[in-house]
């Protein structure tokens, strides 16, 4: 596996932000609102906030900003990526390090 894609496994290894991947993932392209997402999955908004900014680094989630209010959705581009590199790492010996 290359090593570009750990940011993104070391973001989504923690279980609120992949609960947040799979919610994002779930409602597609029209994406949620920040206290939307932080309602649902019963987490704190500030804290929630920064879970979304460690997706939002590690390029698995866009955000777009609209007055007061930020939307989030996933980077289908990435989340592809990433789910071919986890499959290419299945099926044969990947980079050292």
Same mark, same amino acid.
């Given at each position: 596996?290359?090593?570009?894609?750990?940011?993104?496994?070391?973001?989504?290894?923690?279980?609120?932000?992949?609960?947040?991947?799979?919610?994002l993932l779930h409602v597609g392209e029209k994406g949620?609102?920040?206290?939307?997402?932080? =309602?649902s999955l019963d987490v704190d908004k500030n804290l929630?906030?920064?879970?979304?900014?460690?997706? =939002?680094?590690?390029?698995?989630?866009?955000?777009?900003?609209?007055?007061?209010?930020?939307?989030?959705?996933?980077?289908?581009?990435?989340?592809?990526?990433?789910?071919?590199?986890?499959?290419?790492?299945?099926?044969?010996?990947?980079?050292?390090?």
């Amino acid at each position: 596996m290359q090593l570009k894609n750990l940011p993104i496994f070391a973001a989504l290894g923690q279980p609120t932000r992949w609960r947040t991947f799979e919610l994002l993932l779930h409602v597609g392209e029209k994406g949620m609102l920040q206290g939307e997402i932080a =309602r649902s999955l019963d987490v704190d908004k500030n804290l929630m906030s920064t879970h979304l900014k460690v997706l =939002r680094d590690a390029g698995l989630v866009a955000s777009e900003k609209n007055g007061r209010e930020v939307t989030y959705r996933v980077t289908p581009d990435v989340a592809r990526k990433t789910a071919a590199a986890l499959l290419k790492a299945i099926d044969g010996p990947g980079e050292k390090a």
